[in-house]
T-cell receptor
């Protein structure tokens, strides 16, 4: 079975630009969560998608938005980039909406905002 | 809401020595508890989890953690560390019901010294 894959792995943007990060969930998983991991910090929950609908959101402004597609892949979009958006963005997939515990993470997309 | 406190940001330890990484959590509801490991330039991998039942849980590579409800702790231990255990370790918590918003601690960097 294929694991969680994310693209791009690295990217550099300037303030005010927009970015789209992509995630393919592990085979058979229908739930995708996005996390932001700033340097030296733990991952912070951005939001979760279950069957193409947002199913929970952390303390992030509306310029952070997402999508989930029928094949359960997902996108994270960030508008009006700020310097503090520089971070590792992690996608994690899981099997069910119900809380079974384990998240399967991709290797992340490292965003640098200049 | 849940929170996780990892008291040590870095823990240096000599190879073959024992180690304990501390984790305390706060929650008004029952929770599931996890330890994830992150190797350099990689995503997070589940090391072990406590859902219910025996309060002592073990991983396949010799780590163990004990859920202590009265002390709201979930410390990670290993009796003898190897160089390959050098990584960052994150304690995490999620409500035992509802969607999978997983809250992570700030991480502990374990540095194994030869």
């Amino acid at each position: 079975e294929t694991g969680v894959t994310q693209s791009p792995t690295h990217l550099i943007k300037t303030r005010g630009q927009q970015v789209t990060l992509r995630c393919s969930s592990q085979s058979g998983h229908n739930t995708v969560s996005w996390y932001q991991q700033a340097l030296g910090q733990g991952p912070q929950f951005i939001f979760q998608y279950y069957r193409e609908e947002e199913n929970g959101r952390g303390n992030f402004p509306p310029r952070f938005s997402g999508l989930q597609f029928p094949n359960y892949s997902s996108e994270l979009n960030v508008n009006a980039l700020e310097l503090d958006d520089s971070a590792l963005y992690l996608c994690a997939s899981s099997l069910e909406k119900a809380n079974t515990g384990e998240l399967f993470f991709g290797e992340g997309s490292r965003l640098t905002v200049l | 809401a849940q929170s996780v406190t990892q008291l040590d940001s870095q823990v240096p330890v000599f190879e073959e020595a024992p180690v304990e990484l501390r984790c305390n959590y706060s929650s008004s509801v029952s929770v599931y508890l996890f330890w994830y490991v992150q190797y350099p330039n990689q995503g997070l991998q589940l090391l072990l989890k406590y859902l219910s039942g025996s309060t002592l849980v073990e991983s396949i590579n010799g780590f163990e953690a004990e859920f202590n409800k009265s002390q709201t702790s979930f410390h990670l231990r290993k009796p003898s560390v190897h160089i390959s255990d050098t990584a960052e370790y994150f304690c995490a918590v999620t409500p035992s019901g509802g969607y999978q918003k997983v809250t992570f601690g700030t991480g502990t960097k374990l540095q194994v010294i030869p």
